[in-house]
């Protein structure tokens, strides 16, 4: 299954790469950043792995999300394979979740 990534969710993993980068190196945010990759290669094989997001469900869209370190990456299906619609800090209000900007 293709994996494809939202603008939104490219600006969200660029600024956690940055922040990272500036906060603890650039070795910690590289690894981050694999690690996150990582998370997301599995849904090729299993796109169903996530969980379902609650707080996106009013959407009907059947998000789901996978946890890598303190980040949600959400994600659903779409007809050309499995969107990546956000990286979110799970340690943020969790309704900041629903904001289309941050």
Known sequence: ????????????????????????????????????????????KHPDSGQIEKSLEQLGEDHRYLVSGNYKILYKKVKEGILITDIFD???DPTKINMPNR
């Not at 293709?2 to 969710?9: E, M, P």
């Not at 490219?10 to 650039?26: F, R």
């Open 1 to 44: 299954m293709k994996i494809i990534w939202s603008r939104f969710a490219i600006t969200m993993l660029k600024e956690i790469y940055l922040y990272h980068k500036d906060a603890a190196g650039v070795n910690v945010a590289k690894k981050l950043k694999s690690k996150i990759f990582s998370s997301v290669k599995q849904l090729r």
């Open 90 to 92: 799970s340690r943020q």
